[in-house]
């Protein structure tokens, strides 16, 4: 048994996860304004990579914690239209600590779209919450 009750495994290198979505208007650069093309924005190329490394230790964290994005440096390297389904993986590549890392890919159906480096730190929910709303 994990934390607090958690019947939950421990974080490791090699954990994967996998995301996929359809590429829609709403998904481009133009909609969301990072750009002027009708392509699959940069931003949500990195919430779908983020939402990756969040499925790959999803199973694993106890019960009142949760995971935060602290880092990130991702290169978009190929635009891909309305239409194409893109999907994002990430895996652990390093445990230290609170403190997650990953690499993170993106494809869509004609091949790699992105690449990076990601990292995540486990918090405490309501602590990490109870601190950001204490800015009211």
């Known amino acids: 048994m ?4 958690c019947d939950c495994m421990e974080i ?3 954990m994967k996860g996998v995301v996929r979505t359809d590429v829609e208007k709403a998904d481009t650069a133009l909609e969301v304004g990072s ?5 699959y924005a940069t931003p949500c190329m990195v919430a779908l990579m983020e939402g990756a490394a969040c499925e790959a230790i999803e199973q694993a ?18 635009a891909t239209p ?5 999907r994002a993986e990430a895996e652990v590549i ?3 600590g609170s403190i997650l890392t990953f690499k993170v890919e993106a494809f869509d159906e004609a091949g790699k779209i992105g690449e990076g480096i990601h ?11 109870d601190k950001a709303y204490a800015k009211l």
Not at 35 to 39: A, M, Q, R, T, W
Not at 119 to 129: C, G, P
């Open 2 to 5: 994990g934390a607090k009750g």
């Open 61 to 78: 964290i106890p019960e009142g914690k949760t995971s935060v994005g602290t880092y990130l440096e991702i290169s978009h390297l190929s």
């Open 119 to 129: 990292k995540r730190a486990l918090i405490q929910t309501q602590r990490f919450l």
């Open 94 to 96: 390093a445990v230290e």
């Open 82 to 86: 309305v239409g194409m389904e893109v």
């Open 35 to 39: 750009g002027s093309l009708l392509v």
């Open 12 to 14: 490791t290198i090699g």
